[in-house]
Nanobody, 113 residues
Framework: QVQLVQSGGGLVQSGGSLRLSCAASGITFSIATMGWYRQVPGKQRESVARISGVGTPTYADSVKGRFTISRDNAKNTVDLQMNSLKVDDTAVYYC???????WGQGTQVTVSS
């Protein structure tokens, strides 16, 4: 059974930082491309970042230079370090297995002005 369990997130002021973590089980993690996406009610889901099994990252233009995705294949975890947060980053964030029907439970990130 595939499980993606998220931790982190919360409330932060604009300009602050937060870190999200996602622990995966039930998949061959080392070959899976993992990603983070975010969802705001009434808006289209946005892929924020993804990282290949060998650690090659890609980012949405909206977060490039501010967010860093990383993974630890020994621990089956993928993290998202979010710096210089903006009010527009407020959303529910999900980790997922890119291309697969698996995602985490979601974590609220709220950035206040």
């Amino acid at each position: 059974q595939v499980q993606l369990v998220q931790s982190g997130g919360g409330l932060v002021q604009s300009g602050g930082s937060l870190r999200l973590s996602c622990a995966a089980s039930g998949i061959t993690f080392s070959i899976a491309t993992m990603g983070w996406y975010r969802q705001v009610p009434g808006k289209q889901r946005e892929s924020v970042a993804r990282i290949s099994g060998v650690g090659t990252p890609t980012y949405a233009d909206s977060v490039k230079g501010r967010f860093t995705i990383s993974r630890d294949n020994a621990k089956n975890t993928v993290d998202l370090q979010m710096n210089s947060l903006k009010v527009d980053d407020t959303a529910v964030y999900y980790c997922d297995v890119v291309g697969g029907p698996y995602w985490g439970q979601g974590t609220q990130v709220t950035v206040s002005s």
